[in-house]
């Protein structure tokens, strides 16, 4: 996987629950925002903030051939206040909640700015320390002679503090990303107005490999073990030389599927149901919607250009035939021993159908020693098509 590809996931990663559906900021799912990557303010009220201000990673990396460092990238949203002022006949303003210009309307609320801080080259070596600063500002945009919209943002800073150390013939890699606003904040808005929302990093390393603490080679499966995680989680994203840590739980390697048309800013659901619940919404309701958040008027809009040939490719393409290696994500919990084989390589000996028009994949596990016999006796593993992703060329054992 790319650095592209790799980014276009934690891009996802970073607008994990912005916006749910119905993408309307009256819903009462979109009133307590900003779910999972929260550095809050050290300072915060604990009574009305309960965010911890910190998280940190450990993972493993094989040093190659030359001098080996890691590119950090810490990817975060800062928060942006949209106010709506509406012009009274005698020139003054006042704060609304919404101001409707012919069909147009916008409504106050708290939008979001992608921030990036990249810290490049950082040795495999002893300890370094960062100092985050990201200023604050305000944009203002009128709104013909109705008002005008003014958007405001707060300073955030931070500490991150990258430390390796040596285990056995491995590298272990401590990144911790603390918040440390040093000022107090008194309710849930304003701690959020210093906060580093949807915090996760990117790590690129150079004449260094990355190795999976959730499916550890051998070698390394104690080192794996001695490694510990505080809300941020090390998954390999592209080959080894790319590695996710996110404030989620992912497998390694996850992707974006390529039937997907853009985001929908949960992750975890189906693409073909959120079409088609927005093409569902009333006119109204997606006219409030647009009028919520710039980036829900791009879901609506996309939503309501879906062709049926686009529908078509949302309900599901199978991608695996007889003999091809997939990688088993079981997600149906029809059965608990297939816990067990998540993770798992396993080789396709058919897909089939049911009665029911149901497709299943029968498989044999690449590491289970009495997979000739169970495919000599026809005895399988069943998995559904969205249970299974299929392992890419270097990924192969």
């Not at 559906?21 to 799912?29: D, F, T």
């Not at 005698?90 to 916008?106: H, I, K, P, Q």
């Not at 918040?179 to 996760?200: K, V, Y």
């Amino acid at each position: 996987m790319s650095l592209a590809a790799a980014r276009a996931v934690a891009d996802a990663v970073l607008y994990e629950g912005y916006l749910l559906y119905p993408y309307r900021a009256s819903a009462a799912k979109n009133r307590t925002r900003w779910q999972f990557g929260v550095l809050g303010p050290p300072s915060a009220a604990g009574t009305a903030f309960g965010e911890a201000p910190d998280m940190s990673m450990q993972c493993l990396l094989a040093p190659g051939a030359g001098v080996p460092t890691v590119t950090v990238r810490l990817r975060f949203l800062q928060v942006q206040a949209r106010e709506v002022r509406a012009t009274r006949p005698d020139g003054t303003e006042e704060r609304v909640t919404e101001l409707v210009v012919g069909e147009t309307s916008v409504l106050t609320w708290d939008e979001a700015v992608e921030r990036e801080v990249v810290l490049p080259d950082v040795p495999l070596d002893g300890e370094v320390r960062f100092a985050v600063s990201v200023p604050g500002g305000q944009d203002e945009e009128p709104v013909g002679d109705a008002g005008r919209i003014v958007r405001r943002r707060w300073p955030l800073s931070a500490d991150v503090r990258v430390t390796v150390s040596p285990d056995g013939e491995h590298r272990r890699l401590t990144v911790a990303v603390t918040n440390t606003h040093p000022g107090p904040a008194e309710d849930r808005s304003q701690a959020l107005r210093h906060s580093l929302l949807s915090a996760h990093l990117l790590l690129e390393a150079r004449n260094a490999a990355f190795l999976s603490v959730i499916d550890p080679p051998p070698e390394a499966v104690g080192a794996a073990a001695r490694c510990s995680q505080n809300r941020c989680w090390p998954v390999l994203a592209g080959g080894h030389d790319l590695l996710l840590g996110a404030p989620i739980i992912l497998y390694d390697h996850p992707r974006i599927a390529e039937q997907s048309r853009g985001d929908l800013f949960d992750s975890t659901e189906i693409d073909e149901i959120l079409t088609l619940r927005v093409m569902t919404m009333t006119d109204q309701e997606k006219a409030e919607a647009r009028a919520t958040d710039a980036r829900a008027a791009a879901i609506i809009d996309r939503c309501d250009a879906a062709t049926p040939a686009d529908l078509q490719r949302l309900h599901g393409t199978c991608h695996v035939d007889k003999g091809s290696l997939v990688r088993i994500r079981p997600n149906r919990r029809a059965d608990a021993q297939d816990l067990f084989f998540a993770g798992r390589i396993a080789r396709v000996a058919a897909v089939v159908e049911d009665v029911d028009g149901g497709t299943h994949v029968a498989v044999t596990l690449l590491d289970d020693p009495a997979a000739d016999l169970h495919d000599w006796y026809g005895r399988y593993l069943y998995f559904a098509p969205d249970e299974l992703v299929p392992v890419a060329p270097e990924e192969e054992p």
